[in-house]
């Protein structure tokens, strides 16, 4: 089955840097690739996604990336705000197998002010 | 659009108890509404997928006499915790896909998350 490797598990950064997170992930097959905020106590909340048909996606200050030969792709934050502090996941799926989400471990994303 | 809402928000119960946990999609149809559970600071793990009309489909590992998932209509998903155990303590998340979302039908939009406690 699949699985999804996140990295890094914490992250803090300066307020105003870019963040980056990474993912790998191992079936080839996998074609949709959403990332979920969480905050302390709350459900996921879906900030962007992709399929495997378009490389690189942004809205706003966000953005990600897939390379689907080496079977990875990452999440790009730019000019991180306090209120961007919160658990990151990564999650792949294949949309014809029924869109099971597989997530990754998650990464602590702390900015600092 | 698109909001998923759970209730109760938190339950603690005592061990050997029924336990419901309601998961609604207010403004959207779902066929398809998934059940996960999230120990703390943990990942979220699939336990099952829940189809309309039909029974639930379950995740290896995850026992289907004990964790009750109904789907009575397009806008409703239940989880009963059966016979709760203090090891069942956890925060339980639903999701939903918006079937007539077009090319968005992929998205699953999670609900807030129901956090169990068994004493």
């Known amino acids: 089955g699949e699985n999804v490797e996140q990295h890094p598990s914490t992250l803090s950064v300066q307020e105003g840097d870019s963040a980056v997170i990474k993912c790998t992930y191992s079936d080839s097959a996998s074609n949709y690739f959403p990332w979920y905020k969480q905050e302390l106590g709350k459900g996921p909340q879906l900030i962007i996604d992709i399929r495997s048909n378009v490389g690189e996606k942004k809205d706003q200050r966000i953005a990600v990336t897939l390379n689907k030969t080496a079977k990875h792709f990452s999440l790009h934050i730019t000019e991180t705000q306090p209120e961007d502090s919160a658990v990151y996941f990564c999650a792949a799926s294949i949309l014809e197998g029924g869109n099971k989400l597989v997530f990754g471990a998650g990464t602590i994303l702390r900015v600092k002010s | ?119």
């Open chain 2, 1 to 119: 659009g698109a909001v998923v809402s759970q209730h109760p928000s938190r339950v603690i119960c005592k061990s050997g108890t029924s336990v419901k946990i309601e998961c609604r999609s207010l403004d959207f149809q779902a066929t398809t509404m998934f059940w996960y559970r999230q120990f703390p600071k943990q990942s979220l793990m699939l336990m099952a997928t829940s189809n309309e009309g039909s029974k639930a489909t379950y995740e290896q590992g995850v026992e289907k006499d004990k964790f009750l998932i109904n789907h009575a209509s397009l806008t409703l998903s239940t989880l009963t915790v059966t016979s709760a155990h203090p090891e069942d303590s956890s925060f339980y998340i639903c999701s939903a896909r918006d079937v007539q979302a077009g090319p968005r039908t992929d998205t699953q939009y999670f609900g807030p998350g129901t956090r169990l406690t068994v004493l």
